[in-house]
C-alpha cells in the first residue's frame, strides 16, 4: 500500500498564506513534488498545490488523466496566470475542503507561465478541466479557497456546518 501525505484541511494558517517562490530545485523540492503527486492520485484529486501538504512554496502539480495517462502529469514551479478568456461554470471541491462542492465561475481558457521540475521555463495554454485546476491551484498558492467565492450568508452557513463536522 503506498502511503501518502496527508492533505491540510481548512482551517490550517498554511492555506491562507501567499505562497512563497521556488529559489531553487534540490532533492527536497523533488520530494515534495512526488508526495504531491502521491497525494493527489490517492485522493482522486486533478491538482494539488504545495500549501496542501504544509508547504508554503509555489508548486502545483496536475493530473486530469487520474494517473491513466503520463502526458497529462504537469508539474509548474512559480505559476503565473499571463492570459484568461471566456467564463466557464461548474461544480467545484477541493481536497482541503472535504464534502464540500460549490459553483464556481471560472475563465473558461488560460495561459499559463512557470518553470518546468528541470527549471526550464514552459508555458501552457488550457481549456476546460486542466484550465479550471490551473486556476483553483494557482488561488491556493495565493491563500484563496473556493469558499471566498461564497457570499456572506453561504460563508457563514459553511462555517457553521465545518465546525459541527470538526468537533
Known sequence: MMVHKPIVVYGDPVLLRRAEPVTKI???LIRLVKDMQDAMLA????GLAAPQLGASLRVIVLDTSD???PD???VLLNPELIDAHGESVAEEGCLS???FVTEMSRAASVVVRGLSIEGKAIEIEAEGLPARALQ???DHL?????IHSLNPLQRDLFERK???RQS
Open 136 to 138: 483553483h491551484e494557482i
Open 72 to 74: 497529462q502529469q504537469l
Open 43 to 46: 485522493n482522486f484529486g486533478v
Open 162 to 164: 465545518w465546525k459541527q
Open 97 to 99: 475542503l472535504p464534502g
Open 26 to 28: 534540490d532533492d527536497d
Open 142 to 146: 495565493n491563500g484563496i479557497l473556493i
Open 67 to 69: 494517473g491513466k495517462d
